[in-house]
């Protein structure tokens, strides 16, 4: 997942499962950060660059169901920080169900750090 800002904004997409930061699964011999750049093109119709790794976690599935089997029961979850490549002109989506709606929140508006 990346936390993507364009002037001072902080990109959030709603997919199907809800408002969020940008990614997703890996597919086989593609890069974490190549998957995170398609993700942008498909959730968020925009196409980022300047990513920088700042975390990762370790993750365990809570619950098997239909939509998740074909995912491993435990993984590690990355997180990028990153910036819009094109600022003003948007892509033309592979995957038209994830591209809307995106939202830019102002970082004035974003919740404080947890320390």
């Given at each position: 997942?990346?936390?993507?800002?364009?002037?001072?904004?902080?990109?959030?997409?709603?997919?199907?499962?809800?408002?969020?930061?940008?990614?997703?699964?890996?597919?086989?011999?593609?890069?974490?950060e190549?998957?995170?750049?398609?993700?942008?093109?498909?959730?968020?119709?925009?196409?980022?660059?300047?990513?920088?790794?700042?975390?990762?976690?370790?993750?365990?599935?809570?619950?098997?169901?239909?939509?998740?089997?074909?995912?491993?029961?435990?993984?590690?979850?990355?997180?990028?920080?990153?910036?819009?490549?094109?600022?003003?002109?948007?892509?033309?989506?592979?995957?038209?169900?994830?591209?809307?709606?995106?939202?830019?929140?102002?970082?004035?508006?974003?919740p404080?750090?947890?320390?």
């Open positions: 997942m990346g936390a993507v800002f364009n002037d001072g904004n902080l990109l959030l997409t709603k997919p199907i499962r809800g408002w969020g930061l940008p990614g997703g699964h890996i597919e086989d011999n593609v890069s974490p190549e998957c995170l750049k398609r993700e942008c093109i498909e959730e968020g119709d925009v196409e980022i660059g300047n990513l920088k790794l700042i975390g990762y976690w370790k993750i365990k599935k809570l619950k098997k169901v239909e939509s998740n089997k074909k995912y491993p029961d435990e993984g590690y979850q990355l997180l990028y920080i990153a910036g819009r490549k094109r600022p003003k002109k948007l892509l033309r989506p592979k995957n038209p169900l994830y591209t809307k709606p995106r939202r830019g929140f102002p970082g004035h508006m974003l404080p750090p947890i320390v």
